[in-house]
């Protein structure tokens, strides 16, 4: 059985900061692509940061500079540093596991992120 489980969401202040984990069961975590996905209300589910399975990463423009994404395969885990939050971070975000040959695609079932003051 295959789970992503996300943890890390909360409330957090303007310019604050928070760390999100995502860790894997009951896949081949090191041919997986890694992502992070956020939805807001109204709004599609837009991707945030992707990782490799060689460490190759991909950030939406609005958040490059202020979030990073890593991965420790042993722990079978992946991990969103997000600093400098603003408002418009606000969203239920999920954690994707893709298959690096597009068999499988798998997601988390979300952790909820909001910045306000």
């Known amino acids: 059985q295959v789970q992503l489980v996300e943890s890390g969401g909360g409330l957090v202040q303007p310019g604050g900061s928070l760390s999100l984990s995502c860790t894997a069961s009951?896949?081949?975590?090191?041919?997986?692509?890694m992502g992070w996905y956020r939805q807001a209300p109204g709004k599609q589910r837009e991707l945030v940061a992707s990782?490799?399975?060689?460490?190759?990463?991909n950030y939406k423009d609005s958040v490059k500079g202020r979030f990073t994404i890593s991965r420790d395969n042993a722990k079978k885990t992946v991990y969103l540093q997000m600093d400098s939050l603003t408002p418009e971070d606000t969203a239920v975000y999920y954690c994707n596991a893709r298959h690096i040959w597009g068999i499988t695609n798998y997601w988390g079932q979300g952790t909820q992120v909001t910045v306000s003051s």
């Open positions: 009951g896949i081949t975590f090191s041919l997986n692509t």
């Open positions: 990782i490799t399975s060689d460490d190759s990463t």
